[in-house]
């Protein structure tokens, strides 16, 4: 950590790797080194009020749970899985398994059941922990499908009858699972190459592949983050990325956990901003659509006021904006910085106060940030540094430093990694944080690793003179969502195209909240298909179209029910003149020319996120 960016070197803890040499080591040792410091807030939903554990409570917690996971008579190396919102139990769950030498696999709560049997099946999960009786329901309509699991614990009371009596044996809540008393929490991995976790991510076959990490990997790769990242014990961080998803496993989680700070866990995201003036984080991670929609509200806002209110906040941001180049070294001081006191008193600290107004950075990755978004908070004095990495490197690659921050770059490599430009100047990944592999896929894994451990990242990138990292493309077609999700579009694109209606189709949504879909319609197919739903040929008036909409969104849903709950189209838009060689929008090979068509049909495709 650099000594500049520190003011509190006398309060500064980090766990070193060598101390924790585990994932359950580094809470291990959290716990002896400050057993009474709060170590994760939550919102105690009877009480009405946020409610704080402390290390040692944590610890008594893990004991209770591990006591409960050793009667399962799992054996070091069986998987368990976890399908709940991020929350204390959530890492008592977790800490209980891996300090039993248990792999542990995160998944999503909102994802189709049919996609978390497949997970449960592929990695052949032995205990699966829930949030709700209502989860087990969905499970339920296909629980012949699932055929390895032993036990399924629901955090939340079951209600009456939620549970079919010939699965009562295997089905329990919590309450009931759990021992009353424990002994010591027992800590029996002691290789930190050892496999911990299975992450499951998109790949190209429409099934997602399970990117192996060890304890080692994820350790490193908190330690690299804390070198670059000034996290203190005395920081606060509100918690509202999905545990399943890396980048907060990692950075939102364990990094915390190693520099001794505080974790708040968020409510819902509709709740977001009420939780964010409680809890009054002092850092904040996360995926740009967080960050795009407090620009979106604060643009609206303006739209609505004065052309006054407008001139005053785009000098502020201007003012705020030059004085941060200089201080980075690269602009001129002027004499408007001068005025930066009375602007941020009367201009930044009035939007930054919505984010609880203690904030001394923030952290963007899983996606791009549009760089409009990051001038707006960096003008206000709110430092975005925004990072690069990807599931299969734990995930941290690269990362901004506050004292050396490039927006338009993801940063420099995080200590301890390499990185390099490959054939079509892909960017390749070497150090501690790369993954095992994937499991059960050895020809996946050559594919991307080679021989000497180099992953190829598949994005597109430029290296400058001072070693920043700037991602210019991909090498594959995939999508990244502003939620940080990557799809990859030709397998989606390939499952709609099985519905005959459907003649062409283009998806879309990089950098967007969601996905939506362009759509050619089968010519020959079109009259019965207007027909048998009573539409006008035409489709004259709004409520026409929005019919039609709707109906091919339930036809894509039915296609595309293999694919991941965030990967959902929510929009289509019909185009009348078909993608041909003719009029450039497929190569003489029949492919589409992606750029073409998205600038043909701008104008529909802005209409699809109109408000968004």
Known sequence: MNASQQEHDGMIDIIPIEKAKTLDGLFNERVQRTPDKPAYRYFNAISEEWTDYTWVQMNQFVARWQAALEKELLVPGDRVAVMMKNSPEWVMFEQAALGLGLVVIPLYTDDRVENAAYVINDADVKVLLLENAHQWQQFLTIQHEITGLQRVIILRPLEPDCVNPCDKVRVIAAKDWLAVQASAVKHIPADPHALATIIYTSGTSGRPKGVMLSHHN?????????????????????????????????????????????????????????????????????????????????????????????????????????????????????????????????????????????????????????????????????????????????????????????????????????????????????????????????????????????????????????GHVTITGRLKEIIVLSTGEKVPPADMEAAILRDPVFEQVMLIGEARSYLSILAVLNRTRWQDFIAQHGLDGNLTGDQQRQQLEAILLERIALQTSEFPGYAKIRRVAVIDEPWSVENGLLTPTLKLKRGKVFEKHKTAIDRLYAGH
């Open 218 to 466: 994820i350790l490193s790769n908190a330690l690299g983050c804390l070198q670059v990242i000034p996290v203190l014990p005395d920081d606060l961080l509100l918690s509202f990325l999905p545990l399943s998803h890396t980048f907060e496993r990692t950075s939102g989680y364990y990094v915390p956990m190693m520099a001794g700070a505080v974790i708040a866990y968020a409510r819902s995201i509709p709740q977001l901003q009420e939780d964010l003036l409680s809890i009054r984080p002092t850092l904040l991670i996360s995926v740009p659509r967080i960050y795009e929609r407090v620009f979106s509200g604060i643009h609206v806002k303006l739209a609505e006021g004065s052309g006054l209110a407008r001139w005053l906040f785009n000098f502020a941001v201007d003012v705020g904006y030059s004085r941060f180049e200089y201080r980075q070294g690269r602009g001129h001081w002027r004499a408007s910085h001068c005025l930066w006191p009375l602007l941020k008193k009367v201009v930044a600290d009035k939007v930054l106060n919505k984010l609880g107004g203690r904030l001394r950075f923030a952290m963007s990755g899983g996606a791009a940030l549009p760089p409009q978004v990051s001038r707006v908070f960096i003008g206000l004095g709110l430092p975005i540094l925004q990072g690069y990495g990807m599931t299969e490197s734990s995930p941290v690659v690269c990362a901004n430093r506050l004292d050396d921050n490039v927006p338009s770059s993801v940063g420099l490599p995080i200590p301890g990694v390499k990185v390099r430009l490959g054939e079509n100047n892909a960017l390749l990944i070497h150090g501690p944080n790369v993954m095992l592999g994937y499991w059960n896929n050895p020809e996946a894994t050559k594919a991307v690793i080679s021989s000497d451990g180099w992953l190829n990242s598949g994005d597109i990138a430029s290296i400058d003179e001072q």
